[in-house]
C-alpha cells in the first residue's frame, strides 16, 4: 500500500517539476471574475496570484493545465467548486466550504479551510488525488463535517498530515463513504470531532467501503466532547478486500454522562480485515452514575474481522468526585520567635474543713404510770 502511494506521489512530482522551470506568474486576480480569465490563459505550470477577498460566482473552476494558486497569507477564496482540474493551492484560505469534484488532482500547502455554517469544510467527489500538508487545516461548519470523501469513478488517492476538525455541536471530523474501486489512504495528521452541547461529533467515520482499498490511521483521532462523547472511529459495513490498518491513539470523546467509545466495528464481510496496533482508549464520564466509554466494540460477526496485535486496549473511566469544603486553619500573624509564652497560674491549696464534733444523742426517758382514779360506783361493791 505505502509502495502504491509512494509511486502515485513520485509521479505527480515527476509531472510537476519539468513544468516549473517553463512555469509564469500571472495576476494578481483582485476578483472570481479576473481569476477566471487568468485560468483560461494559464498553462502548465504557471502561478496565479489572487490578492484580497474574492468570492466565487455559480461557475465552477475547470482547468486542463496543472496550476498553482497562491496567495500573500491574506487572501481568501469564498465558496470555490473545483471540477476536474489539477491544482495546487497555497497560501490562502478557503472559506464557506470547498467542493472538488470529478476527476481532479488537488493539493493544500499553508492553506486554511472553514465551511460556512452547517456546511462542510471540504468535500471531494469523484476520483484523482487528494493532498493536506501539516501546515494546512480543515475545519466544518456548525454541525457539519470537517472532510467528507466519496469516490465516484477512477481510482483514489489521499494523504492528510494537517489538522481535520468537525464543526462546533457534534460535526464529524473526517467521513469517508463509500469507496468502491481501488482506492489508498494514508491519515497521518490529527483528526477530531467537533465539541457540542448534547453530543460530541465521531471523529472519522469509514462507511460502505468495498472493492481493493487500503487505508492506514497513523495520525491521532478523537471523538468530541459533550453530555454524550463521540465515539473516536467508526467503521461500519466494509467487504470484499478491504484492509483498514490502525496504528495512532483512538481516543472517545469524554462526557457528561456517557463517554464514546474509542473504536466501533460492525457488518465487517468477506475478506475485509482490520488490524490493529497503537492504542483504543475509551472517553470519561463525569457524572455520578455516568458510563464511561469502552476501548473497542465488535458487533456480530464482524469479531472474526478485527485484529489486534499489541494494542493498547484501555476503557474510560468514572471520573465524579464529591466537592470537599476545607475550612483552612487560622492564619499565624506572627512568627514562633515573637510569640510570648502563656504563663500558667499555680492554683491556691485550699485548706479541708475541719469536721465538726456531733454529740452523740440522749436517750429518751420512758414515760412515768399515772394510776386512774376510781369512781364511787366502782369503789362500793355490789351488794
Known amino acids: 500500500m505505502k509502495a502504491t502511494q509512494a509511486c502515485a506521489l513520485f509521479l505527480l512530482i515527476l509531472l ?38 474574492l468570492s466565487a460566482t455559480d461557475e465552477a473552476l475547470v482547468t486542463p493545465a496543472l496550476l498553482e494558486i497562491t496567495g500573500d497569507g491574506k487572501a481568501t477564496l469564498r465558496h470555490l467548486h473545483v471540477s476536474d482540474s489539477s491544482i495546487v493551492f ?17 493539493e493544500l500547502r499553508t ?18 488525488t487528494l493532498l493536506i500538508d501539516e501546515d494546512s487545516s480543515v475545519a466544518g461548519g456548525t454541525g457539519a463535517t470537517g472532510v467528507s470523501i466519496s ?9 492528510i498530515e494537517g489538522s481535520v476538525r468537525g464543526g462546533a455541536d457534534g460535526g464529524s471530523g473526517m467521513e469517508v463513504s463509500p469507496m468502491t474501486e481501488y482506492g489508498t489512504m494514508m491519515l497521518a495528521g490529527s483528526i477530531c470531532g467537533g465539541d457540542g452541547t448534547t453530543m460530541g461529533g465521531t471523529g472519522l467515520n469509514l462507511f460502505d467501503l468495498s472493492g481493493n482499498a487500503f487505508i492506514t490511521v ?69 457524572l455520578r452514575g455516568g ?27 468514572n471520573t465524579f468526585s464529591y466537592d470537599t469544603v476545607i475550612t483552612p486553619l487560622p492564619e499565624i500573624t506572627s512568627s514562633v ?3 510570648d509564652p502563656l504563663l ?28 386512774i382514779p376510781a369512781t364511787p360506783d366502782e369503789a362500793s361493791p355490789a351488794e
Open 291 to 317: 458510563e464511561p466509554g469502552q476501548s473497542l466494540l465488535v458487533v456480530g460477526d464482524s469479531v472474526s474481522h478485527a485484529r489486534v496485535v499489541n494494542c493498547l486496549l484501555q476503557d474510560g473511566e
Open 218 to 286: 497513523a495520525g491521532s483521532v478523537r471523538g468530541g466532547k459533550g453530555s454524550v462523547g463521540g465515539a473516536g472511529m467508526q467503521v461500519v459495513s466494509i467487504g470484499d478486500t478491504v484492509s483498514i490498518g490502525v496504528n495512532s491513539e483512538i481516543r472517545g470523546g469524554s462526557g457528561a454522562e456517557y463517554g464514546g467509545d474509542a473504536l466501533i466495528l460492525m457488518d465487517a464481510t468477506a475478506a475485509s480485515s482490520v488490524n490493529l496496533s497503537g492504542s483504543l482508549i475509551g472517553g470519561n464520564a463525569s
Open 344 to 371: 500558667t497560674p499555680t492554683p491556691e491549696l485550699t485548706p479541708e474543713p475541719t469536721p465538726e464534733h456531733t454529740h452523740a444523742p440522749q436517750p429518751t426517758p420512758e414515760p412515768s404510770f399515772t394510776p
Open 151 to 159: 469516490q465516484r469513478g477512477g481510482d483514489l488517492y489521499v494523504s
Open 16 to 53: 510537476l517539476c519539468p513544468l516549473a522551470a517553463q512555469a509564469g506568474t500571472l495576476g494578481p486576480a483582485l476578483s472570481y471574475n479576473e481569476l477566471l480569465a487568468l485560468v483560461r490563459q494559464a498553462r502548465d505550470g504557471d502561478v496565479l496570484l489572487v490578492s484580497g477577498d
Open 111 to 128: 492553506v486554511r479551510v472553514e465551511g460556512a455554517s452547517g456546511q462542510y469544510g471540504l468535500s471531494f467527489v469523484g476520483g484523482g
Open 337 to 339: 520567635e515573637t510569640v
Open 90 to 106: 497555497s497560501n490562502l484560505s478557503l472559506l464557506d466550504s470547498f467542493t472538488v469534484d470529478g476527476v481532479s488532482n488537488i
